[in-house]
């Protein structure tokens, strides 16, 4: 596997689901690297300095050398490409990787607009979502329908599109919505908890301030 000439730099705030994505990606991957905690709470993510890594103040970002890359999604592919030379985290095959990218959508959507929010809204006070139940639902059932004749969304081996999908599902809890409904999604996230390289997410009671 190709390595960087150094520890890759993780921007990084640890309740967040999007920065533990690219975390357990960088874990899994074994490649080195060294994780920055952005304070949300006290606006560093809206200084000069952090906006020229992302101008939509968001963690997380990577600093890969003279290389800055922004966004959950595009750090897994970035890392992917770069780094996983057998291929197997986002296949070169065109349908392969379109399944994949189509997953990474859910992720960035339905994923958010669900459980994500309404963890958001339990742990940071951010504004609930009506929605956020059925949206919940349907999305869970759907994943649960998927897996029921594969281990994992694409193929049989775990890609950046179980990762992407992973963080936010496997703490739905905090948010109110219970995964007991869904032992196939619950057989999925206990095979990406074995993986070797495997981290966890911090869990943690209701907080005082919204994140951006």
């Known amino acids: 596997m190709t390595r960087p000439t150094q520890p890759i730099r993780l921007y990084t ?7 533990h994505r690219a975390e357990l990606f960088l874990s899994l991957l074994g490649l080195p690297f060294e994780k920055i905690e952005v304070d949300l709470a006290q606006g560093e993510q809206r200084t000069p300095e952090y906006l020229q890594r992302n101008l939509f103040a968001q963690v997380p970002v990577i600093e890969d050398g003279d290389v800055t890359i922004p966004d959950s999604n595009a750090i897994l592919t970035y890392l992917a490409l770069r780094y996983d030379d057998s291929g197997r ?22 994923l958010v607009l669900g459980p994500a929010r309404a963890r958001a809204a339990v ?90």
């Open 123 to 212: 742990i940071f006070n951010a504004p609930a979502d009506p929605r956020g139940p059925e949206i919940t639902k349907a999305l869970f059932s759907r994943m649960e329908a998927h897996l029921r004749d594969r281990p994992f969304f694409v193929g049989n081996h775990p890609t950046i599109a179980d990762i992407a999908l992973y963080s936010y599902t496997s703490h739905a809890p905090e948010g109110g919505n219970s995964l007991e409904p869904y032992p196939t999604l619950r057989a999925w996230l206990a095979r990406i908890e074995a993986l070797p390289g495997y981290v966890s997410m911090q869990r943690r009671p209701a907080l005082q301030a919204t994140p951006a």
């Open 89 to 110: 985290w986002l296949p070169r095959d065109p349908v392969l990787a379109a399944q994949i990218q189509r997953w990474l959508s859910v992720a960035a959507g339905q």
């Open 13 to 19: 705030f640890s309740l967040s689901g999007h920065a």
